[in-house]
Structure formats: structure tokens, C-alpha cells
């Protein structure tokens, strides 16, 4: 059992003076519950900790940041968004990440409670204004009574106590070095881009215009949350010939480019053929020109609201590796862009994670030294909401283990049970790459329809099972 306890609960029973009886009482023995440490506050290490926590086990939370920075990150704070700031689709019966957003609330998970408050228009996807959502999330674990924190690096796996380390695919050179060096295997990596963002005061409105794709959303605000770019077929010819002819970051030596095909920068999509863009980012289905509602546009740069004042837009799928004159040079080819400013440029980074399957099991713990587990996507899942997940799963397993007990994952017909059974035996180890959630993850229907047109019936039933099976995994925890 992993008992949900209230702040209040916990410091009501704190100022009485019972707490540390009522913890010996929860673990079965007169001993302390032990502290659990948590390596990393990104999103999996700051979901990790408060649902340790909420479980009434006490966390220290060790961040290097800002101490030691890192390429992508601008802050000390927790949570940090560094890429995107959409947690993807919202659609809990639709969609495998939606399914997730909602097995995450089901299980108090603090990412989506602090998502949900500091939401941003965005169609039917989640997005968040960045600098709110992590600031909070940064006080929610601050104001915690049994969270605390303990800056600086952590430069080795340590040998004693219970750890989650959940220090994200920008892993410190040093613990990198001491994670291959337990294991005995080099680190597999991928190139993760980073996209720009544009002020809006910049953004011409009279050549752009306000539509979610489709017009998804509820609302007229919700319908209207993207702005759009719209190209003739000149226009696009002349932006593809500018993106593939302009300078790029140079990799280092001995490093390989091995994209995560969910995140491939603008410029490599554009090498793998002319059409490419136009039929991924920049496709102009579902999308009516207000300016000139009769003729379709040939292609359309669709731009995100990324804060609540709406003055920040960051530009849909454009993560590049373009060095940054020649990124302002060719993203003014976008018309009613031609006079943007820019926030953030794009940028570029690697991405480390473990060939989880060979090294992780399934309560997300090494092999070679249990009392390490992992969490977020140095496990080898991708997305900010998958990396958070993995934090919920080995906080509350964590958590679990403090107090004499083992929690197992949820069933692999859930969201988060499918992703584990991917990261940990579902996946060909010679083959491993860094997984989104989806429904092919998922054990199959046997009774419904497959190929395009069951999806309608399958998806519902999908996440029907999905809610059903997590549901009774909580209720087995109470």
C-alpha cells in the first residue's frame, strides 16, 4: 500500500507530533522509513519526489542546476521545459498519450495538476505557459514538509541507500561516465533539437491568421490558439532550396547523427525528399485562410502560443540544427515572418539514455545494483509526459520498497504498463530507440477490426481497458 496523504494531512499530524508513529506503523516495524534520494529535478525526478512524498516517505531532491548548467536549460527550477511547451494530445479516448495524461491524474500526479492550472489555449493538445508551470511545480516540492533539497552534482552512482536517478538525457559527463562504467556498455544517444520562438508583436497578422487544425477545441479561444503561415508553392520551393543550402552544426568527433524520428530537425526531414515537410509540420490540411478563404494554401508554418500573455509563439516541429544567422535568415522566407524577432533560436543537443532492457527491470530498478532505479527518459522513453510517467511509476515503487512492501507495474493494457514493458523486455535490445506512447504498444484486441478504418472502434477500447486495468492497480495500493 502507498497511502495518498495531504500537505495538510502531513502537517497537521507533524505539529502534533505523531508522524513519526504513524510512519513506523505504515512500514510494519518500529525502524524509520528510510529517505529516499532522487538524482535530477526535471519532470520524471519532481513527479518522483512528490509521490514519494504524498506516500509519507521523506526525499531529498539533488539538482546541479544552476550550479552546473547545462546547453538547454535556462534556470535552477524544477520541471523545466527546455524543448516544446505542449504535453501533446489531451485526448484520453483517442489517443495512448492522452490515456497517460489520464492514468497521471487518476494518480495525483503533480506534472498534470500543475499543467492543467497553467494550461494554454492549444486545439486538443496540452500546452502550458513554461516559466508558470515549473515555477510552481518548483514551490509545490519546496513547500512540501517532507521534501528537501540538496544542490550540487552528483558525479557517481552511489553504492548505498535507495536512489532514483532521473537525470534526463542531458546526464553529466561524470555520472555518464560512472553509469558505463557499473554497466559496462557505452551510453546508446540520439540528437534532440530544440525549436525557435518568436515574439508576437513581430508576426505580420495581415498575411497570418488564428485556427487550430480542423477547429479543435471547445472554445472559440481554443479554435483559434494557433497562428498560421501560409505558402504558395513558389514560396515553399524557395524556403526548402534556403533550408537545405544553409550552414548547419557540425557534430563533434565521434559522434553520430541517430535521430529520434519524433523529433527529426526541419533541415533532415527536408533531405529526405522536397515533399517532406510539406506532408509533416507544414501540411496545410484542415486549415482555411481567412485572409483568402478560396484558395488552399500549398503549405502552412503553424506557430504555438508557448505563454499565458500569448506575447512568446514557438514555431510547430521546427527543431533544426541550423546555426543561428542562418536560421533568422531562412525562417524570414516564411510569410508574416519576414519582420519576426526572435526569443530563442533553435538548438541542439545530445540525448543519453540506457539500453534499458538489458540493464532495467520491471519495478525500473539496475540489475547489477537494485538500489538504483531509473526514471524519465534516461530509460529510453520520449516525451516530456512518458519521462514524467516513469517518475510517478518509480516514485510510488520506490516509495513502496521504503515501506516493506513491492509495488508491480500497472498492467501492460495501461498507458504507463505498456511503456514499461517496452523499456524493460518488450523491446528488441540490438535494436533499442527511445519510444512515444502509442497504441502499438499496447496488447491487441483480438475481437476488433484493425488497418485505418477500425480505429474508430478500436482506440475507445483501447483506452476503455486501458482506464479499467489502471483503476484496479490503484485500487490494489489502498
Known amino acids: 500500500m502507498v497511502p495518498p496523504f495531504s500537505v495538510p494531512a502531513i502537517l497537521a499530524a507533524l505539529r502534533a507530533g505523531c508522524y513519526l508513529d504513524q510512519r513506523k506503523t505504515m512500514s510494519g516495524n518500529d525502524a524509520m522509513t528510510e529517505t529516499v534520494h532522487i538524482i535530477g529535478a526535471g519532470l520524471a525526478g519532481s513527479e518522483a519526489a512528490w509521490q514519494i512524498a504524498q506516500a509519507g516517505v521523506p526525499v531529498v531532491l539533488h539538482e546541479m542546476r ?3 548548467a547545462t546547453f538547454a536549460h535556462r534556470t535552477g527550477d524544477c520541471a523545466e521545459m527546455v524543448c516544446s511547451n ?15 495524461h489520464w492514468e497521471m491524474r487518476a494518480a495525483g500526479g503533480l506534472i498534470m495538476q500543475m499543467a492543467d492550472r497553467h494550461r494554454l489555449p492549444a ?9 508558470a508551470f515549473s515555477g510552481a511545480v518548483t514551490q509545490a516540492l519546496k513547500d512540501h514538509p517532507l521534501i528537501s533539497f540538496q544542490p550540487g552534482e552528483i558525479r557517481e552512482l552511489p553504492s548505498e541507500g535507495r536512489w532514483i536517478v532521473a537525470t534526463g538525457p542531458l546526464t553529466s559527463d561524470a555520472l555518464a561516465g560512472s553509469i558505463r562504467g557499473l554497466t559496462g556498455t557505452e551510453s546508446l544517444a540520439f540528437f534532440d533539437a530544440i525549436a525557435p520562438i518568436v515574439h508576437a ?3 505580420d497578422m495581415s498575411i497570418c491568421w488564428r485556427q487550430s487544425r480542423y477547429d479543435k477545441g471547445e472554445t472559440e479561444e481554443e479554435r483559434t490558439a494557433y497562428i498560421n503561415c501560409p505558402m504558395t508553392r513558389d514560396d515553399y520551393e524557395r524556403f526548402i532550396d534556403a533550408l537545405l543550402a544553409a550552414d548547419k552544426t557540425e557534430f563533434r568527433e565521434g559522434e553520430t547523427a541517430g535521430y529520434f524520428d519524433g523529433c527529426l530537425p526541419i533541415e533532415v526531414m527536408a533531405e529526405r525528399g522536397r515533399e517532406t515537410l510539406r506532408h509533416g509540420p507544414m501540411k496545410p490540411v484542415g486549415l482555411t485562410n481567412t485572409h483568402n478563404p478560396t484558395e488552399k494554401a500549398y503549405a502552412v508554418v503553424q506557430l504555438r502560443r508557448d505563454n499565458a500573455l500569448g506575447t512568446l509563439y514557438n514555431i510547430v516541429g521546427f527543431q ?3 546555426k543561428y544567422g542562418a536560421q533568422t535568415d531562412v525562417f524570414k522566407l516564411i510569410p508574416g515572418l519576414q519582420n ?13 539514455f540506457l539500453n534499458s532492457p538489458t540493464l532495467i527491470d520491471d519495478r525500473l530498478r539496475l540489475r547489477l545494483r537494485p538500489n538504483l532505479r531509473f526514471a524519465g527518459q534516461v530509460t529510453g522513453v520520449e516525451g516530456y509526459v512518458e519521462s514524467a510517467a516513469m517518475g510517478l511509476l518509480a516514485g510510488r515503487m ?18 504507463m504498463g505498456a511503456l514499461v514493458n517496452h523499456i524493460t523486455g518488450g523491446a528488441e535490445a540490438k535494436t533499442f530507440q527511445p519510444m512515444n506512447v502509442n497504441f502499438g504498444l499496447y496488447p491487441p484486441l483480438d475481437e476488433m477490426r484493425g488497418g485505418r478504418k477500425g480505429r ?17 492497480w490503484l485500487a490494489g495500493q489502498n
Open 66 to 68: 544552476p550550479n552546473v
Open 86 to 100: 505542449s504535453f501533446r494530445s489531451d485526448d484520453d479516448a483517442m489517443n495512448a498519450v492522452g490515456q497517460l
Open 123 to 131: 486545439g486538443g493538445a496540452l500546452a502550458v505557459d513554461r516559466d
Open 201 to 203: 508583436d513581430s508576426i
Open 320 to 322: 533544426t540544427k541550423m
Open 340 to 352: 519576426a524577432s526572435f526569443a530563442r533560436l533553435g538548438g541542439i543537443h545530445r540525448n543519453s
Open 398 to 415: 520506490a516509495a513502496a520498497e521504503a515501506l516493506g512492501r513491492d509495488l508491480p507495474p500497472p498492467a501492460p493494457t495501461t498507458s
Open 456 to 472: 474508430k472502434d478500436r482506440y475507445p477500447a483501447y483506452t476503455d481497458r486501458a482506464k479499467s486495468d489502471f483503476n484496479q
